[in-house]
């Protein structure tokens, strides 16, 4: 985020440097983190490809494995419905770039 001497370029007070050094640490983590996520999820829409899955049976099994996961509390803190949207979107970019893309 662009700074001037003063603060922000919007005139506001910047974070403590500890503050951003967090921010800064987990959104480096949120990033990897997604980023392995859409690499399994990939690789589960390449193996149900290969099954021969049709891509909306594709959405509804990735959708149905993460539904079990929060039932399981494996993931309990996943709001429901940024999950479902960051599921669609993922399985619809892994449909679109097909196989070898995870």
């Known amino acids: 985020m662009p700074t001037t001497p003063n603060g922000f ?5 910047p974070p403590s440097d500890a503050t951003w ?3 800064t640490t987990a959104a480096t983590t949120y990033r990897a983190s997604l980023a392995a996520f859409r690499e399994v999820i990939c ?16 959405a509804d099994l990735v959708r149905s494995f993460v539904a079990d996961l929060r039932a399981s509390d ?14 669609d979107r993922l399985v619809a970019e892994c449909l679109e770039l097909g196989p070898g893309t995870s």
Not at 9 to 13: A, V, Y
Not at 47 to 53: G, H, K, P
Not at 74 to 87: C, E, F, G, I, N
């Open 9 to 13: 370029t919007d005139g506001s007070t």
């Open 74 to 87: 494996v993931d309990a803190t996943a709001p429901s419905q940024a999950y479902d949207a960051l599921l």
């Open 21 to 23: 050094q967090a921010l």
């Open 43 to 58: 690789a589960y829409v390449e193996d149900l490809q290969r099954e021969s899955a049709r891509p909306s049976d594709i």
